[in-house]
């Protein structure tokens, strides 16, 4: 079942996050930029209120929320209502899918990446952002965050469990980002991307879906 409740009774508040923590969310929109491609048809997962998608010129958006929808079409995102887990796209529709922190609210993370993998084309790239419960810091802040409203039905991953994650499911060519070096509250200036994961808190990864059928078996 989807986890819309929180985005849902309480959209102006997680929009407003963005702007209480205006320099930890220029940081991770910097880090997954890095890894975004150049050129192509884009779509991202969990497009919430737009936050990534608008600024980053992807014009396609799904999300289970229909009033993070509203918001996120207000930016000119073409959005959809609909789940990660069947989505609604014909296969090798894309060229790159992005998904940031909403692997922490799929139901069955297996179903997603196959999916994704699906309606990605031959040689297109999958681009995560998520926070890494691996890290020192991941784990200190996700443990003390676990309690509060928006995290209530979250379910952590480490950087290792999602390349786990990824292999299993057919990615291969992993490229690594991390950022935020301290907890979000506390990030006065955008933060730096240092390659690899493990010290920040937010990790970004880049696989690629093999670019033949032969390949991709």
């Not at 209120?49 to 207000?74: E, H, N, W």
């Not at 899918?97 to 699906?118: H, K, N, Q």
Request: charged share 25%; with cysteine; glycine share 10%.
């Amino acid at each position: 079942m989807p986890k819309t409740f929180p985005f849902d009774t309480r959209a102006k508040q997680y929009d407003d996050w963005f702007e209480r923590h205006k320099a930890a969310y220029l940081s991770e929109l910097l880090a997954v930029r890095t890894f975004l491609p150049h050129q192509g048809q884009g779509l991202e997962i969990g497009v919430g209120t737009g936050r990534f998608a608008g600024p980053l010129g992807i014009k396609i958006g799904l999300d289970p929320s229909m009033k993070m929808l509203v918001r996120a079409q207000k930016q000119g995102i073409q959005v959809l209502a609909g789940i990660a887990e069947q989505l609604p796209f014909s296969d090798e529709a894309f060229d790159y899918v992005l998904i940031v922190v909403t692997i922490c609210y799929v139901d069955d993370l297996t179903a997603t990446l196959s999916e994704i993998r699906r309606i990605l084309k031959y040689g297109g790239s999958i681009i995560i952002g998520f926070l890494d419960y691996g890290s020192k810091l991941g784990r200190a802040h996700l443990d003390q965050e676990a309690q509060k409203f928006f995290y209530l039905d979250a379910h952590f991953f480490s950087a290792e469990e999602v390349e786990a994650y990824l292999k299993k499911s057919g990615f291969n060519e992993f490229s690594w980002g991390q950022t935020l070096f301290r907890a979000p509250s506390f990030i006065e200036q955008i933060d730096p991307i240092k390659p690899g994961h493990g010290e920040g808190l937010f990790a970004v990864v880049r696989a690629e879906k093999p670019n033949t059928k032969r390949n991709s078996r």
